[in-house]
């Protein structure tokens, strides 16, 4: 099968117009992605068979300098019912803390619980629950580097779960 010239020179115009497309395209695309403002990482919350999207409800940079705020999360979960978190890798690749916080039904006492996870251990983590001990509320916290009167590093970044 021979093509005539200028059928030839047709396709080849198409073609080059298709390249130079793709490429406009491309450039469009990527001038929108590399202009689109960085988002701050995101802890998926499931419990009581309901999930939340968790934004940081406080994020500053290490120095505690140009910090967003954001209100917290809600999710109710019942005494008894646990919480899940799953960590984005912004978060699991570093080091991080989780504080639960529980209240005692009978005698409204409240306890604090935590554990210190290291960079890459855990990517979800699930926060136990009891009927007698209801869980109040989680943050997992990010620390910075700057320490407090007692040598403790203070948070950076906090992503909070009221849950009662």
């Known amino acids: 099968m021979n093509l005539q010239a200028r059928t030839k020179k047709a396709i080849a115009l198409i073609a080059v117009v298709l390249v130079v497309a793709a490429v406009g395209i491309g450039a469009v695309v990527w001038a929108l992605v590399d202009s689109a403002e960085p988002r701050l990482p995101e802890i998926t919350a499931y419990g009581d068979g309901n999930s939340v999207t968790v934004s940081p409800t406080q994020h500053c940079n290490v120095n505690l300098e140009d910090c967003v705020e ?83 590093p203070i948070a950076h970044a906090v992503w909070a779960v009221q849950t009662f």
């Open 70 to 152: 954001n209100p917290i999360t809600q999710l109710s979960v019942r005494a008894g019912y646990p919480l899940q978190l799953s960590l984005p890798s912004e978060i699991s690749d570093a080091p991080w803390r989780l504080i639960a916080v529980y209240g005692d039904l009978q005698t409204g006492e409240t306890f604090l619980d935590g554990i210190m996870v290291e960079p890459g251990q855990r990517s979800a983590i699930t926060v136990p629950s009891d009927p007698t001990l209801q869980l109040l509320g989680v943050e997992v916290q990010l620390p910075s580097a700057v320490v407090d009167e007692a040598g403790e």
